[in-house]
């Protein structure tokens, strides 16, 4: 049986998850998601992201939704940032990793991306 290693510092191992809650007010009969009525509901108004190693802070929370868990509320952080930040950990500039197609630049964070200072540890 193989060794189980243990926890590398360095490691930056990221755990994301949208919350999926039911949202009768916007899912009930004539609404616009009634064709959906028996599926869960995306929302994509509050996210989870769990950071752990890598210069992160530990056991720091950035951010938090409203009392039913339905859009945040404090610290909104747009995937750009999270993205940023990410490639920020692993030693890149996401402003320097861009490509030229149809006479527009591309990247990751797209034009917009900041690192976001706060969790760095």
């Known amino acids: 049986m193989p060794s189980i290693q243990p926890f590398q510092p360095r490691a930056l191992p990221p755990w994301a998850g949208e919350c999926s809650i039911r949202r009768p007010r ?19 108004f509050g996210y989870t992201t769990w950071l752990a190693g ?5 056991g720091y929370t950035h951010g938090a939704t ?3 868990g339905l859009r945040a509320i404090e610290n909104r952080t747009h995937v750009h940032d999270l993205h940023a930040t990410v490639l920020h950990l692993l030693g890149l500039d996401h ?10 630049d591309y990247r990751l964070t797209d034009v917009h991306g900041s690192v976001i200072h706060d969790i760095l540890a």
């Open 66 to 68: 409203d009392n039913f």
């Open 26 to 44: 916007e899912e009930g009969p004539g609404s616009f998601q009634d064709f959906e009525s028996t599926s869960t509901f995306r929302n994509h």
């Open 95 to 104: 402003e320097q990793l861009t490509y030229r197609y149809s006479g527009r």
């Open 54 to 58: 890598g210069g992160v802070k530990g």
